[in-house]
């Protein structure tokens, strides 16, 4: 394959750069742009080697700047080719002249994700460790960081490869019966099989299990603060975020516009949205803040309704249960430190509009950890750790999981029926190739570009 280069670091000033540089004249092209000062070769440094010299340019012999550079030996790469990276000062332009020499000594611009592309192409890493990889460098959560470094470690290849391993040894003893009719496998061969599908099979189901708490880690889930002006919102907006994002004061109506933000709570991602009080408008604005807050309710993956005892129940909040769409829905009944509480009948009505009731205190942060293990309850991140235990993330994997499962009951159904052993066959090839999708094994090269067309250049 041609040799691709690019910056990996980001761009921008920083205290150094990092040019890395992948494919067959990797080394010939670090030798043609990186002077070492021992006089050595590039090319001739042992692997790993760190060494400093100057950087010149190949068109004209200028010296661009001085740097280290530490070369990898083929297939002792993160790509599985020969790889060079050359480390400069982290100067804009500093940094673009570095890669203009190395562009200009033979290698081609690398395209977005194209470095971790050839490590999956290699073999040196699986498609679901390919995509924690981009996740990784994306995560701004610490649930985010580890569902992504649990991933790059493997977790779920590693789980789907022994699923599959157990699949093909089922396929192997169903076609040796094919091929050998006289070697029936008999009773006790038939229930062997069928125990070791079902095994398969509750494997996949585990898996997919894990799906919702995968997603609401990776993706988040869009969390709605509703409520009347001055219930709470901002401020329990403000505790969630741990600072003071929203402006908290005793006037109706402070929040016009909706406020977003994303945090880890429960164990998972919340995309929060403080919207506007619900209630009739006093202006323009203020109308439009309140039906941007009614659109906000309708599209919310959870809703988090601040209730004021002190207001009681009114036509604002009939309004605000009516437009709840199907979703889990939180009833946060503020102040609580105050003592005050709705009457018995308020509170079955809150009761019957909500998943769950917690009491809660935005002023001095009482109630919270009953909120954080209900949100974990609802995703299910009380019974994982995202960052031990094997959790998919991806719709694709989800949808190739999905496939497997379907197939796998088939299967097991054929072989309760006792139907003929080709046909088991030809559906446990199809489930042996859902699970491999993946993983990668089997996937189309479209999918595949695509995956990796989401990665920033430079990885």
Not at 345 to 353: D, S
Request: with cysteine.
């Amino acid at each position: 394959m041609h040799t691709i280069a690019a910056i990996s670091t980001p761009y921008g000033k920083g205290g150094i750069a990092v040019i890395r540089v992948s494919g067959d004249t990797a080394m010939r092209v670090a030798d043609a742009v990186f002077r070492v000062v021992s006089g050595k070769a590039v090319s001739g440094l042992p692997a790993r080697f760190a060494a400093y010299g100057e950087i010149i340019s190949p068109l004209t012999g200028e010296i661009l700047d001085t740097g280290v550079c530490v070369p990898f030996q083929a297939p002792a790469s993160f790509t599985g080719e020969d790889v060079v990276e050359i480390s400069c000062h982290g100067g804009t332009f500093v940094t673009a002249s570095v890669l203009s020499a190395v562009l200009a000594a033979g290698a081609e611009p690398a395209l977005p994700g194209e470095f971790t592309k050839r490590a999956f192409i290699n073999g040196k890493l699986s498609l679901t460790e390919a995509e924690a990889v981009g996740r990784l460098i994306d995560a701004d959560t610490e649930e985010r960081m580890r569902l992504s470094s649990g991933n790059v470690r493997g977790l779920v290849s590693g789980k789907i490869a022994v699923l599959s391993e157990k699949l093909l040894s089922v396929m192997t003893a169903l076609y040796a019966a094919i091929d050998y009719p006289e070697e029936d496998v008999g009773d006790e061969g038939e229930r062997e099989i069928a125990g070791v599908v079902a095994e398969v099979l509750a494997g996949v189901e585990n898996l997919l299990s894990t799906y919702k708490t995968g997603r609401a880690v990776a993706e988040g889930v869009k969390t709605v603060l509703c409520g009347r002006p001055n219930a709470g919102k901002s401020s329990l907006f403000n505790r969630l975020t741990g600072c003071d994002s929203a402006i908290v004061t005793d006037i109706a109506g402070t929040t016009r516009d909706i406020l977003r933000e994303t945090v880890s709570f429960g164990g998972v991602t919340l995309r929060l949205s403080d919207t506007a009080g619900l209630r009739e408008a006093g202006d323009t604005v203020e109308q439009i803040g309140v039906e941007r807050a009614g659109k906000e309710i309708g599209e919310a993956e959870l809703v988090l309704a601040v209730l004021d005892p002190s207001q009681g129940l009114g036509e604002e909040e009939q309004k605000m249960f009516a437009a709840y769409p199907t979703c889990p829905r939180i009833a946060i009944l503020n102040k609580s430190d105050t003592g005050m509480t709705f009457t018995p009948a308020e509170l079955a009505e809150i009761g019957q509009n909500h998943t769950a009731v917690i009491p809660l205190s935005c002023a001095t942060g009482e109630g919270m950890d009953a909120l954080r293990a209900e949100i974990a309850r609802l995703w299910g991140s009380d019974c994982l750790d995202v960052g031990k235990d094997a959790v998919i993330w991806d719709v694709r994997q989800h949808a190739s999981l999905t496939r497997a499962a379907m197939y796998l009951r088939e299967a097991a159904g054929a072989l309760a029926y006792g139907d003929a052993l080709d046909a088991i066959c030809t559906v446990c090839e199809s489930a042996l190739a859902s699970l491999n999708e993946t993983d990668g094994r089997g996937v189309t090269e479209e999918i595949v570009d695509e995956i990796f067309k989401r990665f920033c250049v430079g990885k």
